[in-house]
């Protein structure tokens, strides 16, 4: 069945651009990759938010920020009500930037062969494909959020 040997080949895509990320991330494991980059994206975010973007249990999101918390890359604030909030600290931001970059670039290198008119094509198809997922914790390791509006970018990373 032809849907099989396209879903074999998307999970392969997939697998690239994670084994071409993986230097990054250092000794980080890819659940702190993920929550370093979810929490990118707010100032402050509950440790229960967290957890259900990276899909962890909320104790072992306990854990894993505890750990980011002991290498200095994100800090506890005060609570708001019951829950606790947290944020990257400067080097958590770096950490961050750093991790999403070196994926986008890993994407940008399986991207540099397809001419523009392939390039919309599959466009289109990935956001109709992305309009079906219900869950936003699909685009935990993107550098900005590929289901909003493309903006034109003026360089492309190198």
């Known amino acids: 069945m032809r849907t099989n040997h396209i879903a074999d080949q998307l999970s392969a895509v997939s697998t690239a651009l994670e084994d071409a990320s993986v230097d990054a991330y250092g000794d980080l494991s890819t659940s702190a990759v993920a929550a370093l980059l979810i929490m990118r994206r707010s100032p ?93 914790a699909c685009t935990r390791f993107c550098y900005d959020d590929p289901m909003e509006d493309e903006t034109v970018e003026a360089t492309e990373p190198a």
């Open 44 to 136: 402050a975010i509950s440790i229960g938010t967290v957890a259900k973007e990276v899909r962890l249990s909320h104790s072992a999101t306990v854990r894993l920020i505890d750990r980011l918390e002991k290498d200095w890359l994100v800090r506890r604030l005060r609570r708001r009500g019951r829950e606790v909030m947290v944020e990257l600290t400067v080097r958590g931001k770096r950490k961050a930037v750093e991790v999403a970059e070196a994926r986008r670039k890993a994407a940008h290198t399986l991207l540099s062969e397809i001419d523009e008119s392939k390039l919309d094509d599959l466009s289109s198809l990935l956001t109709f494909i992305l309009n079906d997922v219900d869950s936003s």
